[in-house]
């Protein structure tokens, strides 16, 4: 169903994004550019593939939600931001970066990526 | 048909926003301005101790004076803002002397207060309402440090105050959506359970309230928009039955598509099947987005339920003071050489008995603004920011801290530059409480000043 889709580079081939902030709490919407594109996402960007790939923002939780009427998926991603706005120490304390970091997503990471043993 | 513009999406937007987008649309029935993001309150509260009456956004009375000639010249647009922040009475006065200074006779302004409920979260703080919504901690542990307390009110009290003649509405924390849900029903009489076109008219609010970011600011595509520097600010029109078309003024900049329109639909919204907002529960899963013609979306679809009986509660508190410095490293290994620079720092801190509660060293322009992620950039980077953030409850730590930058210059590695902007500013923290407080307990409250 989804091998025929030639998706060879980053999720930025294949979908657009936008990020931003509710208190420390990070939202990401990744919303595909065509139908075969959400088809793709919907089984591939999985809330654990998300979780791994911004690991690095000691996240305590990914929770993701479907609008197949917008081909788009919203990502909540638990405590990202440091305390958020003001209490954050980090220059991207309202996470305006994640949209653009989720696009850079090669399609490897998609395909073959299996969370490790252990992790809910 | 309605038609609802936004020209402020947040205090630090363009202050000429609101007249160019009138000289364009002279045919706007409303104009939305909207001052307070999660920050915006802290910063007045900062300003309210420097002097009482500063609790509101200054840069509003300047959009007042600026749309003055428009009045003269008959125009009937009526201003629904939240500019009024901390003190919407202040801000009405300002608003008062400049147009009576210009001679706008016959302007009404309503000045809607009530959304303050710091007195009503001291009455009572073993209230589990008013715990913190992300974490469960009693708001009693911060009690002695509130600064702030603001419920999000809807969009009732500014609907009665359009009803009532008002053609400038000023109001403290409001639901930002509500600013462009009220215009809606003072125009075309809607119940308050009409949920579906209540949530149409939030879909509505929620895509205008950020200004241009629905008309290609921050789009994923921005490079390819057409004039970049002039990107038009948005319209809706609305229509009786709720469907509106969003759009913007002709001969602008940016862009109005179904790409700019979803990717402001997804922003900041947690569940998409129940938004909540003071005046619905919305549900975004049935929305439609149609090409209209160049730059036009009509959007229809959005459905509702009733809101919570409970309002969202923004409280802000007192929470110590950071700072940060910056340097420029150049040369090979310019990340390890910042990471260096920044243990230095930290050292020496230490050392004279100052060693900062909190800190984070990040190498910007090496991988730090999104750590850990894979990008597609080349190799190890020649140059970068060392950037050096710090957080303490004592004043006396960051003011050690801020002399810590500049010796980098004479002892650091080779290549350390851009060193000329100063001593770190030291800034007070306000730590963000959210909660909830039962709607019952806010009573807004309509003042009316006749021009």
């Given amino acids: 169903m989804t091998d025929n889709m030639n998706f060879q580079g980053t999720l930025r081939d294949i979908a657009y994004a936008r990020s931003g902030d509710k208190g420390s709490n990070a939202n990401i919407g990744v919303i595909a550019y065509t139908e075969d594109g959400y088809t793709f996402l919907k089984e591939f960007l999985t809330k654990e593939r998300v979780h791994e790939f911004f690991n690095g923002l000691e996240i305590k939780g990914v929770k993701r939600y479907e609008l197949p009427n917008l081909w788009a998926l919203n990502f909540i991603l638990e405590g990202a931001l440091d305390g958020g706005g003001s209490r954050s120490l980090r220059i991207d304390a309202q996470g305006k970066a994640l949209g653009q970091a989720i696009l850079e997503m090669k399609q490897e990471f998609l395909r073959e990526y299996s969370p490790p043993s252990g992790r809910k | ?451």
């Fill in chain 2, 1 to 451: 048909m309605i038609r609802i513009g936004n020209a402020q999406a947040f205090w630090g937007d363009r202050n000429e926003a609101a007249s160019e987008l009138l000289l364009r649309q002279p045919n706007l029935n409303y104009l939305t301005l909207d001052y307070l993001s999660e920050v915006s309150m802290s910063i007045m509260a900062i300003q309210r101790t420097k002097d009482p009456h500063a609790g509101y956004a200054k840069d509003f009375i300047e959009v007042i004076s600026s749309l003055t000639p428009f009045w003269h010249k008959g125009s009937k647009v009526k201003l629904v803002t939240n500019a009024g922040g901390l003190d919407p009475k202040n801000c009405a006065k300002a608003c008062a002397d400049v147009l009576q200074k210009a001679s706008c006779h016959g302007l009404r302004i309503a000045v809607v207060t009530g959304d303050d409920v710091i007195d009503t979260l001291n009455k009572n703080p073993e209230n589990p309402l008013y715990h913190n919504l992300e974490n469960g901690t009693p708001i009693a542990t911060v009690l002695n440090r509130l600064t702030t307390a603001n419920a999000y009110v809807g969009a009732k009290p500014l609907t009665e105050a359009l009803l009532n003649g008002a053609d400038i509405v000023i109001a403290g924390r409001i639901a930002d959506p509500s600013l462009t849900v009220a215009p809606c029903i003072a125009e075309f009489g809607w119940q308050w359970d009409d949920y579906d076109k209540l949530a149409q008219a939030t879909l509505a609010g929620h895509l205008i309230e950020c200004g241009t970011q629905v008309t290609g600011g921050i789009s994923t595509n921005w490079p390819s928009m057409t004039d970049i520097a002039h990107i038009g600010y948005p319209i809706v029109e609305v229509h009786q039955n709720g469907d509106f078309i969003i759009t913007k003024p002709a001969n602008t900049g940016g862009k109005v598509s179904i790409e700019t329109v979803k990717e402001q639909i997804l922003y900041e919204i947690g569940d998409p099947n129940a938004y909540l907002s003071p005046d619905v529960t919305m549900s975004l899963l049935s929305v439609s987005l149609k090409n209209a013609g160049n730059d036009r979306i009509l959007t229809t679809g959005a459905k509702g339920k009733a809101p919570p009986t409970t309002y969202k509660v923004s409280a802000t508190y007192q929470d110590g003071y950071k700072s940060e410095g910056s340097l420029v490293i150049f040369g090979p290994e310019a990340k390890a050489k910042a990471k260096l620079c920044g243990d230095i720092i930290l050292q020496k801190m230490a050392q004279a008995g100052f060693a900062p509660e909190r800190s984070l060293i990040e190498a910007i322009g090496a991988g730090s603004v999104v750590p850990g992620i894979q990008t597609n950039t080349g190799s190890e980077t020649i140059e970068c920011v060392l950037r050096i953030c710090i957080a303490d409850s004592k004043q006396e730590v960051l003011d050690y801290f801020s002399k810590q930058m500049a010796p980098l210059v004479t002892c650091g590695p080779q290549g350390t530059t851009g060193y000329t902007t100063g001593r770190p500013r030291i800034r007070p923290i306000f730590g963000f409480w959210p909660c909830l407080i039962d709607c019952t307990m806010v009573t807004p409250h309509i003042e009316y000043i006749d021009i």
